[in-house]
């Protein structure tokens, strides 16, 4: 896909992996958008193989692969709404409204698109990305009118960075997991055995595989499995994490603990 990119028109900006706030807090996600003075373009790119059709008796996209039919999640609904919020996002920023082109981009050069059946509409916004290049010449040719100025251009680009969400992966949530499924306690960095005991006397953790000693290897041990699990570090978070029971002890750990932009710079240990 980046490769077909290469070949698109200098004036043209392109911009990835977009997260943005849409209606009533919700998140829509853009994959790729190309923007230039007269109209945006939203690219939303597919890799599948197999054979792709429309199927006009149940008004879906179907995919033939290995003689199994299945039908696709709907790529054109989903592409029209991914329009429509970035519509929305434009004028609440106040820019001045532009032509806003949706296309599924199908890239797996073995995959066998076939778009009988479609409406002339939905049938020019699903194209071969190595027709992208002759795609956006056309639609030069057909949105000739300029929208925005050089400056509109570049404020709504920065907008576009400036309003960016990235999501906040919430592991557990993911796998379905909660914190008492998660192995607790320091990892060595030395061995990386999870096995480090809290010397309190002395202040030291001392490794019980290999007997490495460190006075702050909790630092990535927390800072691994508070963003882990997605929640701030309190007190009672990091006893369990540490295997500690005095708060007091754990009181006196996290006021030396580094700062969150510092503890984003630390190393990530391994983790099972
Ligand atoms: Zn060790």
């Not at 059709?53 to 609904?77: A, C, H, M, W």
């Not at 592409?79 to 890239?107: C, D, G, M, T």
């Not at 027709?131 to 300029?146: D, G, H, I, R």
Request: aromatic share 8%; with cysteine; glycine share 2%.
């Amino acid at each position: 896909m980046d490769y077909f990119l290469q070949f698109i028109p200098n004036e043209v900006i392109v911009m990835h992996d977009l997260r943005l706030k849409g209606i009533q807090q919700t998140f829509f996600q853009l994959d790729t958008i190309l923007l230039n003075k007269n109209f945006i373009v939203i690219v939303e790119v597919k890799h599948y193989s197999g054979h792709i059709y429309f199927d006009e008796g149940s008004k879906q996209i179907l995919r033939k692969v290995n003689d199994v039919t299945e039908g696709l999640p709907n790529l054109l609904s989903q592409i029209h709404r991914q329009k429509l919020q970035l519509n929305q996002f434009l004028l609440e920023k106040n820019y001045p409204l532009v032509p806003i082109i949706a296309l599924a981009v199908f890239s797996n050069p073995s995959a066998i698109i076939e778009t009988k059946g479609l409406p002339t509409a939905q049938r020019s916004a699903i194209i071969r990305s190595e027709f992208l290049p002759e795609k956006l010449e056309s639609l030069q040719a057909n949105y000739s009118q300029v929208r925005f100025s050089e400056k509109q251009l570049h404020s709504l680009v920065s907008s576009l960075s400036e309003s960016h969400a990235p999501e906040q992966l919430n592991i557990l949530k993911e796998y379905q997991l909660s914190i008492s499924d998660l192995k607790m306690g320091v990892e060595c960095p030395k061995c990386n055995q999870i096995n480090m005991v809290r010397n309190i006397k002395f202040g030291y953790w001392s490794c019980l595989n290999c007997s490495f000693s460190s006075k702050d290897a909790h630092i990535v041990t927390l800072h691994d499995l508070s963003s882990l699990v997605n929640h701030p570090l309190t007190n009672k978070l990091a006893r369990q994490i540490l295997q500690i029971s005095s708060r007091h002890v754990v009181y006196r750990l996290l006021k030396h603990y580094p700062s969150p932009n510092l503890s984003q710079n630390l190393p990530h240990g391994q983790r099972q």
